[in-house]
T-cell receptor
Framework: DVKVTQSSRYLVKRTGEKVFLECVQD?????MFWYRQDPGLGLRLIYF???????EKGDIPEGYSVSREKKERFSLILESASTNQTSMYLC??????????FGDGTRLSIL | AQSVTQPDIHITVSEGASLELRCNYS??????LFWYVQSPGQGLQLLLK??????LVQGIKGFEAEFKRSQSSFNLRKPSVHWSDAAEYFC????????????FGKGTRLSVIA
């Protein structure tokens, strides 16, 4: 089975901090994704990557950046955290023509 | 533009009753279609997928879905709901080829009452 591991289930940070959310997959998938999930808004795509060192903006990239130095790892960075970035963050990976596999999510609170 | 519509935000059914969750999509190319389930505080788990062939697909936990191209629909069904099915359900669509992200609906929350 594909395993997508997000480094933290719960995280509390302060406004203005630089925040790193880490995601690792063990199936050599080319594609990795970061979503945020908010009540009533569903899943919104922040960034995705289809190869090492490649990245593409999703629907809501503002205030975020990403890093993919190795194929198995995809990091989401909040450059200067703000309270409106309090959310559930979901990482997913996928290989061509297959479903996306999700991690368990990180519930991030910005105080 | 690609989109997925789940018309029902919240559905409540009695345990043992049948269930149908609706999903309509708009997609320019031949679609792959998926249903995911999310239990509270968890990530999304794949229930079933449609790529091609038989338009009635079986998934895990006794769920099935039917692809109707003429109606651009991919509705999820279960003949008899269990209390453990209470969760949020997401329909998604993707391209047959390529690496583009799936497009998700906003989800339908299912509550099950005794």
């Amino acid at each position: 089975d594909v395993k997508v591991t997000q480094s933290s289930r719960y995280l509390v940070k302060r406004t203005g901090e630089k925040v790193f959310l880490e995601c690792v997959q063990d199936m050599d998938h080319e594609n990795m994704f970061w979503y945020r999930q908010d009540p009533g808004l569903g899943l919104r795509l922040i960034y995705f990557s289809y190869d090492v060192k490649m990245k593409e903006k999703g629907d809501i990239p503002e205030g975020y950046s990403v890093s993919r130095e190795k194929k198995e790892r995809f990091s989401l960075i909040l450059e200067s955290a703000s309270t409106n970035q309090t959310s559930m963050y979901l990482c997913a990976s996928r290989t061509r023509n297959q479903p996306q596999h999700f991690g368990d999510g990180t519930r991030l609170s910005i105080l | 533009a690609q989109s997925v519509t789940q018309p029902d935000i919240h559905i409540t059914v009695s345990e043992g009753a049948s269930l149908e969750l609706r999903c309509n999509y708009s997609y320019g190319a031949t679609p792959y279609l998926f249903w995911y389930v999310q239990s509270p505080g968890q990530g999304l788990q794949l229930l079933l997928k449609y790529f091609s062939g038989d338009t009635l697909v079986q998934g895990i936990k006794g769920f099935e879905a039917e692809f109707k191209r003429s109606q651009s629909s991919f509705n999820l069904r279960k003949p008899s709901v269990h209390w453990s099915d209470a969760a949020e359900y997401f329909c998604a669509v993707g391209a047959v080829s390529g690496n583009t992200p799936l497009v998700f609906g906003k989800g339908t929350r299912l509550s099950v009452i005794a």
